[in-house]
T-cell receptor, first 110, second 112 residues
Framework: AQSVSQHNHHVILSEAASLELGCNYS??????LFWYVQYPGQHLQLLLK??????LVKGIKGFEAEFIKSKFSFNLRKPSVQWSDTAEYFC????????FGKGTKLSVIP | NAGVTQTPKFRILKIGQSMTLQCTQD?????MYWYRQDPGMGLKLIYY???????DKGEVPNGYNVSRSTTEDFPLRLELAAPSQTSVYFC???????????FGQGTRLTVV
């Protein structure tokens, strides 16, 4: 069965700090990978996605993620976070359906 | 272009009552999904559909039913509401298998 693991439940950072959120997936075949963001009280929105090609993908709002096939990982990064990045972040893997991780709550302190 | 529209946004049900959560998309997507989101648990797939007339169970289907008579609509039915069904429900659609899902605004359901 497909599964997605996110390493951190809650991350607290100061503004301008660098961010890296871990995500590992398990799936035997080809899989598409996604990071979604959920701002407080809102629905999920796509940050970035990886289907194939360059393993370093850039998304909106300065986020990027790197696909490392040998490690089954798809970690999310941002060089300098802002208070407005406070949200919950979900990694997802998709083949015939999307499977989500449990989410990582990011709190950015001004 | 409204995307994925869910109604209602909020609902309080008594134990044993039934209700239907409505979901409509105007993007002509074949794939549609229902997820529930509980604190600290991420999103769990309840049911999904790969096209009109075709539905299948996800990870947590018990207590729910769905139908897909048209491409646009994918309602979720709760027949006998239980407190364990208190959750936020999200409907989503995607154009193809394993592709990006577009989410509705969610329905916050409380069963008392």
């Amino acid at each position: 069965a497909q599964s997605v693991s996110q390493h951190n439940h809650h991350v607290i950072l100061s503004e301008a700090a660098s961010l890296e959120l871990g995500c590992n997936y398990s799936y035997g075949g080809t899989v598409n990978l996604f990071w979604y963001v959920q701002y407080p009280g809102q629905h999920l929105q796509l940050l970035l996605k990886y289907f194939s090609g360059d393993p370093l993908v850039k998304g909106i709002k300065g986020f990027e993620a790197e696909f490392i096939k040998s490690k089954f990982s798809f970690n999310l990064r941002k060089p300098s976070v802002q208070w407005s990045d406070t949200a919950e972040y979900f990694c997802a893997a998709g083949s015939y359906q999307l499977t989500f991780g449990k989410g990582t709550k990011l709190s950015v302190i001004p | 272009n409204a995307g994925v529209t869910q109604t209602p946004k909020f609902r309080i049900l008594k134990i044993g009552q039934s209700m239907t959560l409505q979901c409509t998309q105007d993007m002509n997507h074949n794939y549609m999904y229902w997820y529930r989101q509980d604190p600290g648990m991420g999103l769990k797939l309840i049911y999904y559909s790969v096209g009109a007339g075709i539905t299948d169970k996800g990870e947590v289907p018990n207590g729910y039913n769905v139908s897909r008579s048209t491409t646009e609509d994918f309602p979720l039915r709760l027949e006998l509401a239980a407190p364990s069904q208190t959750s936020v429900y999200f409907c989503a659609s995607s154009p193809g298998v394993g592709t990006e899902a577009f989410f509705g605004q969610g329905t916050r359901l409380t069963v008392v």
